[in-house]
């Protein structure tokens, strides 16, 4: 391929779109109980770090699985709806263009990772995540004895200054397309890697998989009447899919 | 050995450096505190070479700065929020500053060329030319042109003439 | 056209020039000692020490959390990069223009750019994470073949401050060398040293001057696009994103024409010291503050006009999300604070309308502190009242600042003090040859 051809390609806006994988994720809210299981799951799979009441109180949590609550109505016809809000792994990511050291780049499964090692802090990507999602290491957080023995290996832990957010469980991914290939598999098979908060959710409201492939069980979800994404005005353009909560006339039941 | 001439009024100056011109001496230098608009032309100094400095640093600030960024974009392929690897707005924006970059450092490199700075060297100076003085010198003439160089700068009417080694 | 004049105490001569000014710079009193040792100390305790403590215990150290995760720091990087706009894009303008006026003020205008840029630059340093690894934003070669992402607008934002720091600090130098030749044959010793390599051997040879004419001119026609980008690309910083009150177009002539209104005003503030303590009222007079007032005038009113068409064209959107930002900000609670600063940027500089306000330097000086007041809290509000309030309602939070924070803020303002402190003995605050310029030439015809 001549030198012009490359330029001409990489001219294209979104040219990196045909990847092996698309992962995406769909929520079904009609599901959601709002039991934040998913949120336990995803602080022990991914070394997330206990910040302290204080901290806390200055909402800096870490969370990258938080479940939104918004109320509807006044009480005593309040109702109670959760939205769990994690990375959208947008395929137009307002984050990634911010970053000026390419520590958030966009990899060829789709993701919308963060490199930790290559982040300087300048938390511009935070401000640009319309969903913030996006979680700043405001110092460098410890774990008492002998909390550190139930880190997960196969994620790092984050030192003061960096920032870090949910990447669908990359190592699990990892691992997944590592087994593909030692079975002489190119593509991982739908259901083979699950992101420790679908996992671990019981009302399956989570549902994960490649969405290149319409055969998989969340490219189905996704093509439900009820789905839709948060703040589509955005044109973030999210590889996650919620599907609606039905209110049904209660009285009529 | 220099000689310098010491003047208060411009005009006098003026006509002394010309007056040396025309005798073919060679490395006259005329000081002044201020810088001399209107005795330009009379002294041959036309449009300096400093412009093309500028111009040619510009141009090649803008070709670096815009090369550098599709360079070093295809170093390492990192798609970012689905824009193109090649975006030309943020890099024609790159290529603005750069310009200006290169642009000011070459003048400056060529100011110090065209200008023959810096230059510590020994060289014929009186403090005077700082303050309000105008002063000419001849930097190292021959014993031949001495004389005659002295009597062109009395003739212009100067205040005093020295005979010194460089000062400055 | 009545010839305004521009020294309201009559013309010095050419000696009386070079000793006024060459002796702000070598005399040296007890009085500037114990100032230049105050600020310094208040620059240490305030800045470099929380700073230090921040470098080791993380930027959780200032009030930022998770909505507001720019704070103070980053309101302060623009209000002094907007402080840094006036000096040198006013001296450029002028000199194209030919304005005699600039003459005697530009020297010190343009340090004022230099400084409040050096310590805007620092800013960043204070705001990122790990300092440690800065110079991975700067496009230098290295083993891991990674280059920054020149389409991130805080690259644009390294590229727009590294280059204009280099061309304000080469056009003050430059403006500088014949007057530094002018110090080198008033002094001896080391000082003459010193400054006989900070001339370069300048002579003042006709030569010289034409080359210094043609080269200065190039650096005010390069600066002055210069200077109106950079402001625009620290404005993109924000508009680039999508949250309510930072993403707009008006951002860029926005933030241009606020940071020349703060920076003009930071003239008028400094003016003020020149003259109040290093005796320049010879040099600065009546002509420099009237003129600068109207400018502010006019500054001001572009500025109100932009504010309003800020707040027309969130109302106009009619999102909601942009309704609820402009609920916070007119009403929550950086509302009074809000308030002040149009009090302050909007309808105090009004009162200059009046000459006899415009012509009284203490008069002037309140205005243009109240001004800055206002641009200061104006980039707080900026960054405090739009990040709580982005697009997610369960995110809502609330930012102040940390006293970390406004001890960072109280030293930045030492810092520069000291930087200033140090200028003015290092540089001729007044341009020596340039104010001979406007004097009597010193030619036969116009002597008789």
């Known amino acids: 391929m001549s030198v012009l051809d490359t330029i001409r390609k990489y001219r294209e806006a979104g040219y990196y779109k045909e990847f092996d994988y698309h992962w995406g994720m769909t929520v079904d809210l009609d599901r959601c109980t709002g039991c934040e299981a998913c949120v336990v799951a995803c602080q022990a799979e991914n070394n997330l770090p206990i910040v302290g009441e204080s901290s806390f109180a200055q909402r800096r949590e870490i969370k990258w699985m938080r479940i939104e609550r918004y109320w509807e109505g006044e009480y005593p016809n309040a109702k109670l709806n959760f939205i769990p809000m994690f990375c959208q792994q947008c395929d137009e990511a307002p984050c990634e263009t911010a970053c000026p050291v390419f520590a958030t780049y966009h990899n060829q499964d789709g993701l919308n990772t963060q490199i930790y090692n290559r982040c300087i802090g300048t938390r511009t990507c935070a401000v640009y995540c319309p969903y913030e999602v996006r979680y700043f290491n405001w110092f460098t957080y410890t774990w008492d004895e002998p909390l550190e023995r139930q880190l997960n290996p196969d994620v790092s832990v984050r030192e003061k200054g960096v920032m870090e957010k949910c990447t669908f469980c990359i190592q699990r991914i990892r691992q997944a397309k590592d087994l593909a290939k030692d079975d002489d598999r190119r593509k991982v098979r739908d259901g083979e890697v699950t992101p420790a908060c679908a996992q671990s959710c019981p009302t399956e409201a989570l549902v994960f998989g490649d969405l290149n492939d319409p055969e998989s069980r969340v490219s189905k979800m996704a093509n439900d009447p009820r789905g839709y994404q948060v703040l589509e005005e955005q044109n973030t353009s999210p590889s996650v899919v919620y599907l609606q909560k039905v209110h049904g006339d209660e009285e009529a039941i | 050995m220099d000689i310098t001439g010491t003047f208060q009024y411009e005009e006098d100056a003026i006509s002394a450096a010309q007056g040396l011109h025309a005798a073919g001496i060679k490395n006259v230098s005329l000081m002044s505190p201020i810088p001399m608009h209107a005795a330009e032309k009379a002294l041959g100094l036309g449009k300096s070479n400093v412009r093309k400095f500028t111009l040619i640093g510009a141009i090649l600030g803008g070709l670096g700065g815009f090369s550098m960024c599709v360079a070093t974009a295809l170093v390492f392929i990192m798609p970012t929020g689905g824009r193109a690897i090649i975006a030309l707005p943020p890099y024609l924006l790159i290529t603005y500053e750069t310009t200006i970059l290169i642009g000011v450092l070459s003048t400056l490199v060529g100011f110090f060329l065209v200008a023959k700075l810096p230059a510590w060297k020994n060289r014929p100076y009186r403090v005077e030319a700082n303050v309000n003085r105008f002063v000419v010198a001849v930097e190292s003439p021959s014993s031949n042109e001495v004389k005659k160089a002295e009597q062109i700068i009395r003739g212009a009417g100067a205040l005093g003439i020295e005979q010194t080694g460089g000062t400055l | ?173 430059m403006g500088s060398v014949p007057d530094f030749a002018a110090v080198r044959d008033y002094s001896s010793g080391l000082r003459r040293r010193i400054y006989t390599v900070l001339s370069f051997g300048w002579r003042g040879t006709s030569k010289e001057w034409h080359t210094l004419g043609w080269a200065y001119t190039f650096f005010a026609v390069l600066v002055i696009p210069l200077a109106v980008s950079v402001h625009s690309i620290v404005s993109w910083d924000f508009a680039l994103s999508t949250v309510p009150g930072l993403h707009q177009t008006i951002f860029a002539p926005y933030f241009v024409c606020g940071a020349i209104y703060s920076g003009t005003a930071g003239i008028v503030t400094v003016m003020y010291c020149l003259r109040r303590f290093l005796g320049f009222e010879r040099y600065i007079g009546k002509i420099h503050v009237d003129y600068l007032g109207k400018l502010l005038i006019a500054l001001s009113m572009i500025w109100t006009y932009i504010n309003i068409m800020e707040l027309f064209t969130g109302w106009y959107s009619g999102s909601s999300a942009e309704i609820e930002f402009l609920k916070f900000r007119l009403f929550g609670f950086y509302a009074p604070m809000y308030w002040e600063m149009i009090l302050f940027c909007a309808f105090v500089p009004l009162l200059m309308l009046f000459k006899s306000v415009r012509l009284n330097w203490n008069r002037m000086l309140v205005i243009s502190i109240l001004i800055n007041i206002g641009m200061l809290s104006e980039r707080f509000i900026i960054v405090s009242t739009s990040l709580p309030r982005k697009l997610l309602p369960d995110s809502y939070g609330f930012y102040f600042p940390s006293p970390a924070e406004i001890s960072i803020t109280v030293g930045s303002f030492a810092m520069f003090a000291t930087l200033f402190l140090i200028f003015i003995k290092v540089f001729p605050a007044v341009s020596i040859y340039e104010v001979k310029e406007t004097l009597n030439p010193l030619r036969r015809a116009e002597k008789t």
Request: charged share 10%; proline share 5%; net charge positive.
């Open chain 3, 1 to 173: 056209m009545v010839m305004k004049k521009l020294f309201d105490h009559g013309e010095p001569s050419y000696e009386q020039v070079n000793q006024d000014v060459i002796k702000s710079l070598i005399e040296t009193g007890p009085k500037y000692w114990m100032l230049l040792a105050t600020t310094v100390g208040i620059t240490v305790v305030c800045f470099i020490v929380p700073w230090m403590y921040q470098i080791h215990m993380g930027v959780g150290v200032a009030g930022m959390n998770r909505n507001a995760v720019w704070g103070t720091y980053l309101s302060n990087f623009i209000f002094w990069i907007g402080l840094s706009h006036s000096g040198t894009l006013l001296s450029a303008v002028l000199h194209i223009t030919q304005s005699d006026w600039r003459k005697s003020i530009y020297r010190s205008a343009e340090a004022m750019t230099l400084f409040s840029l050096m310590v805007a630059a620092t800013f960043v340093m204070v705001h990122v994470g790990r300092l440690w690894f800065i110079h991975w934003s700067f496009p230098i070669p290295n083993p891991m073949g990674l280059w920054p992402n020149f389409r991130s607008p805080i690259m644009f934002d390294v590229m727009a401050i590294t280059t204009y720091l280099t061309a304000s600090s080469i056009f003050i130098y």
